[in-house]
């Protein structure tokens, strides 16, 4: 399934100065000969997909608004609309342009690939981008540049992905749609209601970066105590992922930079989905089918799928989902949503990781 949709404007070239990570182009190109192809679906149906994602991504941004207060007096801007291909390549963009920013920051001149380059290290995110590109439904990048006015931002609507799930889990298309928007349009207002988190994030990603200097010596190094440490630990007998041995790699300043970023990332995911169920069945009436099925859903897949998950680290992103939306909950019942929204006066007021899974410490820190 295709569907027409913004052209991506000329890559600027805001990565001067800055040590290429990847080849991002070629990423792009990998991911775009691997992934299959959308759902089957007539022109008309495709067509009618589109104008409903458009239409919804307005009308969402609006309940969001009124949900959290965020962003009363911004401008409502449609979403994009794209196809796999269009997102592969808006992501591997997006990815180019964060990486290119929080690089610009590192002083030291230390080979962040190793002996992999940036093409083979490009070959393997087009192949992490190809089984992702299948599975997305959006996404709002903050670091994407926008054609829509001056501040950076696109929020994407991957039609064919949106159309697979909602045929997979039998809902009613409007609803599903609504219920999908519901969630990027939290992103987009978290990003642009709150001018220092952008600069924020790009920030702590440029701190873990600039403590990247172990040799790949020193690296192997650690490596025996790493999987020991995932045999003995309480859960061995599941995979960390990806997400899991980096952290089990890293010195004790990347794990805390690692730590503030995902602890940032919950906060934003789990946000965005209370958000998303909180709009309630006045907007959304199948919305408790939908939770129900979309969960179900998350938690099955092929053996290759739930393979692919765990090696990705997918699961855990899943888990930061629900353990972010049950801080906000906590947070919400316990000082509604003005109190919650304290979160966005400063990154002090951030919850760390250790205080994502115990919202009444940051009860207790922030509101006293």
């Given at each position: 399934?295709?569907?027409?949709?913004?052209t991506?404007?000329?890559?600027?070239?805001?990565?001067?100065?800055?040590?290429?990570?990847?080849?991002?182009?070629?990423a792009?190109?990998?991911?775009?000969?691997?992934?299959?192809?959308?759902?089957?679906?007539?022109?008309?149906?495709?067509?009618?997909?589109v104008?409903e994602?458009?239409?919804?991504?307005?009308?969402?941004e609006?309940h969001?608004?009124?949900?959290t207060g965020?962003?009363?007096?911004l401008?409502?801007?449609?979403?994009?609309v794209?196809?796999?291909?269009?997102?592969?390549?808006?992501?591997?963009?997006?990815?180019?342009?964060?990486?290119?920013?929080?690089?610009?920051?590192?002083s030291t001149?230390?080979?962040?690939?190793?002996?992999?380059?940036?093409?083979?290290?490009?070959?393997?995110?087009?192949?992490?981008?190809?089984?992702?590109?299948?599975?997305v439904?959006?996404?709002?990048?903050?670091?994407?540049?926008?054609?829509?006015?001056?501040?950076?931002?696109?929020?994407?609507l991957?039609?064919?992905?949106?159309?697979?799930a909602r045929?997979a889990?039998?809902?009613?298309?409007?609803?599903?749609?609504?219920?999908?928007?519901?969630?990027?349009?939290?992103?987009?207002l978290q990003f642009?209601?709150?001018?220092?988190?952008?600069?924020?994030?790009?920030?702590?990603?440029?701190?873990?970066?600039?403590?990247?200097?172990?040799?790949?010596?020193?690296?192997l190094?650690?490596l025996?105590?790493?999987?020991?440490g995932?045999?003995?630990?309480?859960?061995?007998?599941?995979?960390?992922?990806v997400?899991?041995?980096?952290?089990l790699?890293?010195?004790?300043?990347q794990?805390?930079a690692?730590?503030?970023?995902?602890?940032?990332?919950?906060?934003?995911?789990?946000?965005?989905?209370?958000?998303?169920?909180?709009v309630g069945?006045e907007v959304?009436?199948?919305?408790?089918?939908?939770?129900?099925r979309?969960t179900?859903?998350?938690?099955?897949?092929?053996?290759?799928?739930?393979?692919?998950?765990?090696?990705?680290?997918?699961?855990?992103?899943?888990?930061?989902?629900?353990?972010?939306?049950?801080?906000?909950?906590?947070v919400?019942r316990?000082?509604?949503?003005d109190?919650?929204?304290?979160?966005?006066?400063?990154p002090?007021?951030l919850?760390?990781?250790?205080?994502t899974?115990?919202?009444?410490?940051?009860?207790?820190?922030?509101h006293?």
């Open positions: 399934m295709t569907s027409r949709s913004a991506l404007p000329p890559r600027p070239n805001s990565r001067d100065g800055a040590r290429r990570t990847l080849d991002w182009d070629l792009a190109a990998t991911a775009g000969r691997l992934m299959q192809t959308g759902p089957e679906v007539s022109r008309s149906e495709a067509a009618h997909a104008r994602l458009r239409r919804a991504s307005v009308a969402a609006t969001v608004r009124e949900l965020l962003g009363l007096d401008p409502v801007l449609e979403g994009d794209v196809d796999r291909t269009e997102w592969v390549r808006a992501a591997a963009r997006g990815l180019s342009e964060l990486t290119g920013i929080a690089l610009n920051s590192r001149g230390s080979d962040l690939l190793g002996g992999l380059g940036v093409r083979g290290a490009g070959v393997q995110a087009g192949l992490v981008l190809s089984y992702l590109g299948t599975k439904l959006g996404q709002y990048d903050p670091f994407l540049p926008s054609d829509q006015g001056t501040r950076p931002g696109r929020l994407l991957v039609a064919p992905n949106i159309v697979a045929q889990l039998d809902v009613p298309a409007d609803d599903f749609t609504m219920w999908v928007c519901l969630h990027e349009s939290t992103h987009r642009n209601a709150v001018p220092w988190l952008r600069d924020h994030f790009a920030d702590s990603l440029g701190m873990l970066l600039s403590d990247l200097d172990s040799s790949p010596g020193e690296l190094s650690r025996p105590g790493a999987v020991r995932v045999r003995a630990g309480p859960d061995a007998q599941s995979s960390p992922g997400l899991g041995l980096v952290e790699l890293q010195g004790p300043r794990r805390a690692l730590d503030r970023i995902l602890a940032l990332s919950t906060l934003l995911e789990g946000h965005a989905d209370h958000v998303m169920d909180a069945p959304v009436p199948s919305v408790a089918t939908i939770r129900r979309f179900e859903r998350r938690q099955g897949g092929g053996l290759l799928d739930r393979l692919l998950r765990s090696v990705l680290g997918v699961d855990a992103k899943m888990r930061q989902y629900a353990q972010g939306a049950a801080f906000t909950r906590h919400v316990e000082v509604g949503m109190g919650f929204n304290a979160v966005w006066t400063s002090e007021h919850p760390t990781r250790a205080e899974t115990d919202p009444a410490a940051w009860l207790r820190r922030v006293g």
